[in-house]
Structure formats: structure tokens, C-alpha cells
């Protein structure tokens, strides 16, 4: 039984910045699709799922970026599960170019989420799934737990009806892009970003009103945190180079 699928996609310009490279939330949006398509094309996809209710949502990923591919360009993406316990499993990623040089790397942990109860289900009710479980880790590194941030007022929004997934909350790569555009254009024309984490913590709705907190805790290493006036709905670090 194959384990390891990959799949090649073309970089849009509806995935690109300003500079004409893929931008870090698209890639994050590949990953997903990535994700999507081998658990579809092997039976606990979004559409098993989705049978008894229930939904795949990311908790927490981890990214280590080593060049940025450009618009038109092809990558591989080649996904796997690494292990699976009782109610969270692990995901990694590993991209390249149309080379073969890995330009990218990513581990993550998810959960099956029951739409009605808002909680984790068990990973095992899921007939074959632990026969999917590798082994194989990510270069990525671990998932590290990131603390909470006492910084500077980033940015404040409130949630949309664009930024509203299939499963009624905010869609992951939104937060991503909330993080992203708290730095000005001209950080980006002379960094890049080399390593994103994030770690979403709870649900945030629709007209819920957000703010994002910033602190650069050592020089081009930031972290963040989402939050309303009651909870925190995740914490995420970027570092530049």
C-alpha cells in the first residue's frame, strides 16, 4: 500500500506578492489541498467525513521555507502521515522545484472535529486510517509550544463573511494572511520569510472583532497572538532572514 502520494502544482498569479513569488498563505493553501487529496483518494477525506458529521481542522503547522518558487513555476508537493494517536495525528510535507531541490518543508497536527459538539473524535473509529501511519518525520522539526505574546498592537480587524470556511469558523489561511500583512512592503523587499509556525488555539466567528499582537523577540524573529476580548484564537511566529 502506497503511503506517500505527491502532486505537482502550477504557481498562479492569484498566488503570487508583488515580487511575483508565491506567497507563504498560498503555499499553506497547496498543503491543504495536498492533505485534501490524499485523504480523499483514500477514503477519509472531507467527503467520508463529512457522512457522520464530522471535519478534518489543523491545529498546528510548522513551515521552513528555503527559496520561494515564481509564478508560473511547477512544485511537487509530497505528503504523508507520520503517526496517528487517539485523537490528533501528524501530517509532513516535503516540496520541491522542477528540479528535484527541496525548496520547502512542513509538519502539522490535526484532529476530526465533530460539527455538531465542536470536539475531537477518535482517530481509531476510522476504518484503515492508522494503516496510513509512517513513521517518517519532517525536516521541518518538532511542533514546539509558543507562549503567550505581551507585544505591540499589530493590527485589529473584524471577521467577515469572506473569511468564513465550509466548517463555520474563520479558514486557517486567513490568520495566515492576517499575520503577513502586519509588516509593510518594504520588509518584504528585503527579507524573506524562512520559518512560520502557528498554533490555533479556538474558533473565531463571524463580526467577532480581533486584534493581533506583536513581538520581536530576537532581531527578524517575531511572534504573534489573535485575540478578542475573551480568548486567545491562536499564537504564530514568523522569522525573516
Not at 467520508?48 to 489543523?58: C, D, H, P
Amino acid at each position: 500500500m502506497e503511503k506517500e502520494f505527491s502532486y505537482i502544482f502550477k504557481i498562479y498569479p492569484s498566488s503570487v506578492d508583488f515580487q511575483g513569488k508565491l506567497t507563504v498563505a498560498s503555499l499553506v493553501e497547496l498543503l491543504m489541498e495536498a492533505a485534501g487529496r490524499h485523504a480523499d483518494e483514500n477514503g477519509f477525506g472531507m467527503r467520508q467525513l463529512n457522512e457522520f458529521n464530522a471535519s478534518w481542522v489543523v491545529l498546528r503547522l510548522v513551515l521552513e521555507i528555503n527559496s520561494y518558487p515564481a509564478q508560473y513555476d511547477e512544485i511537487k508537493i509530497s505528503t504523508w502521515i507520520e503517526k496517528i494517536q487517539s485523537i490528533k495525528t501528524i501530517r509532513n510535507f516535503c516540496i520541491e522545484n522542477a528540479q528535484g531541490e527541496v525548496i520547502a518543508s512542513a509538519t502539522s497536527e490535526w484532529i476530526m472535529m465533530d460539527l455538531a459538539y465542536r470536539k475531537p473524535k477518535n482517530l481509531f473509529s476510522l476504518q484503515g486510517f492508522k494503516d496510513f501511519a509512517t513513521g517518517k518525520e519532517s525536516t521541518a522539526g518538532r511542533l514546539e509550544k509558543l507562549h503567550p505574546v505581551k507585544g505591540e498592537l499589530a493590527d485589529r480587524l473584524s471577521v467577515k463573511y469572506s473569511d468564513i470556511d465550509i466548517n463555520g469558523h474563520v479558514n486557517s489561511i486567513r490568520y495566515i494572511q492576517w499575520l503577513c500583512n502586519c509588516f509593510d512592503l518594504s520588509i518584504y523587499r528585503e527579507k524573506k520569510i524562512v520559518r512560520f509556525e502557528i498554533h490555533y488555539l479556538s474558533e473565531l466567528y463571524e463580526n467577532e472583532e480581533i486584534k493581533i499582537f506583536r513581538e520581536e523577540k530576537e532581531k527578524n524573529d517575531f511572534y504573534f497572538e489573535i485575540a478578542n476580548n475573551t480568548k486567545t484564537a491562536c499564537r504564530a511566529r514568523i522569522k525573516f532572514i
